[in-house]
């Protein structure tokens, strides 16, 4: 006896979260997805997506919840305290998923109602520092480390944000991209970071973390071309 069609897609789909259209290209329809749906066999995670009840992904298992919802949001990016906690440069325990979206785009009535578990953003910029990632079986966009540490000192508290520095600056060094973060808040006008790396490269900064030779070579060549500064 040859395999159902839901089989079929649960053994394609491979523990993913899917779309009405994903599941059509293994015939199974809309009718269909309703009915495993009521019978318990399929999850709707949102209008048009789903995921199998025994969903389970070893990798990036914590972030399962997060990435599964940002499916469900269209043009989401993940962002703050989620991608911070992502890229492991904060100490704050996500209580919420935060996302970026669009200003055009509306959220879905299932996720607006959800307001303790979603947060929502829109910020202007949607394009600078944001890449694809795949997180816990899915293929998302998500804010990048420099974007993540900008973006917290526009939308969260200051201790928050230095906070976020500081895990960042406290990186291996090949994680450090200091050119990538000074470029960044130049693009964002996240004028604090600015002031704060300045502040560390002419070791002023007492209260702030401390800086790694490269990262302080570095500093100077950005300071020194930029407009902005003058050392």
Not at 99 to 126: G, W
Request: net charge positive; proline share 4%; glycine share 4%.
């Amino acid at each position: 006896m040859g395999k159902s069609k839901i089989d079929i897609l649960k053994n394609e789909i491979r523990g993913k979260c899917f779309s009405t259209k994903e599941a059509g290209v293994y015939k199974v329809s809309p009718r269909m997805l309703s009915f495993y749906v009521k019978k318990g066999e399929l999850e709707r995670v949102s209008r048009g997506y789903y995921i199998f009840p025994e969903f389970e992904s070893d990798e990036d298992f914590q972030f399962s919840d997060m990435a599964v919802n940002s499916k469900g949001i269209k043009e989401s990016v993940i962002c703050l305290i989620s991608a911070l906690s992502y890229w492991d440069i904060t100490d704050e325990i996500p209580r919420s998923h935060w996302f970026a979206i669009p200003n055009n785009y509306s959220i879905p009535k299932d996720k607006d109602k959800d307001k303790d578990k979603i947060q929502i953003i829109r910020p202007r910029n949607l394009t600078s520092g944001v890449i694809w990632k795949k997180i816990a079986g899915q293929t998302v966009r998500i804010t990048t480390p420099e974007r993540s540490v900008c973006d917290a000192f526009k939308y969260l508290d200051e201790e928050t944000a230095i906070t976020s520095l500081r895990y960042y600056l406290d990186q291996d060094e090949e994680k450090v991209r200091i050119n990538d973060l000074l470029e960044m808040a130049s693009k964002l006008r996240s004028p604090k970071v600015v002031e704060i790396i300045k502040e560390l490269t002419i070791a002023k900064a007492k209260d702030y973390p401390s800086i790694k030779k490269s990262v302080f070579q570095d500093s100077i060549k950005w300071l020194s071309k930029s407009d902005e500064v003058v050392i």
